[in-house]
């Protein structure tokens, strides 16, 4: 699996958005990109996944770059409850892969 | 998404004793199972993968004899600690895919609070 590079803390003001970058500069071209997020002592929780063009759900956005080495995780209006850590990691998208987790970010929505 | 449980959520036990975590996969079947141990403050370490009817692969520096995975069907896994020691005391995380509308997303347990004393 590609290694992802993401910063280590975020803060982000309740109502506003939460913009989460990730580098995965060394990405194959079958390997997706997947986000997760962990709230404290609970299993990580899917999010979203996208392999070059941009993706929205109930929960987030997910903005690919062209050449796929990087991506943005965007919360549009963050809440107090989305305060976790969020993980970004890529994969190839069969379901007996693994998924290896890095370090990620801690995101803190402040009130 | 889809729903999988684990089971206990938290349980203490004695140094020396053996403890079992069930891991199921609640609305779709799994073919695959993934076991994860996440100490305080640190991300979440893969132990070993599992495939129905098939013995688990297990990741380096982890012991097969000590953290015996059973994925009997597909819908269940479980994770037995053998002879628990206080270092064995961790978070543990089963996830699982292969739903039939699988695109490849893992959905993750609520996670197994181990304390040995």
């Known amino acids: 699996d590609a290694k992802t590079t993401q910063p280590p803390s975020m803060d982000c003001a309740e109502g506003r958005a939460a913009n989460l970058p990730c580098n995965h500069s060394t990405i194959s071209g079958n390997e997706y990109v997947y986000w997760y997020r962990q709230i404290h002592s609970q299993g990580p929780q899917y999010i979203i996944h996208?392999?070059?063009n941009n993706e929205t759900n109930e929960m987030a956005s997910l903005i690919i770059t062209e050449d796929r080495k990087s991506s943005t995780l965007i919360l549009p209006h963050a809440t107090l409850r989305d305060t976790a850590v969020y993980y970004c990691i890529v994969r190839v998208a069969t379901s007996g892969s693994r998924l290896t987790f890095g370090e990620g970010t801690q995101l803190t929505v402040n009130p | 998404g889809a729903v999988v449980s684990q089971h206990p959520s938290r349980v203490i036990c004695k140094s020396g004793t053996s403890v079992k975590i069930e891991c199921r996969s609640l609305?779709?079947?799994?073919?695959?199972m993934f076991w994860y141990r996440q100490f305080p403050k640190q991300s979440l370490m893969l132990m070993a993968t599992s495939n129905e009817g098939s013995k688990a692969t297990y990741e380096q520096g982890v012991e097969k004899d000590k953290f015996l995975i059973n994925h009997a069907s597909l819908t269940l896994s479980t994770l037995t600690v053998t002879s628990a020691h206080p270092e064995d005391s961790s978070f543990y995380i089963c996830?699982?895919?292969?739903?039939?509308?699988?695109?490849?997303?893992?959905?993750f347990g609520e996670g197994s609070r181990l304390t040995v004393l």
């Open positions: 996208g392999l070059k």
């Open positions: 609305d779709f079947q799994a073919t695959t």
């Open positions: 996830s699982a895919s292969g739903g039939a509308s699988s695109t490849g997303e893992l959905f």
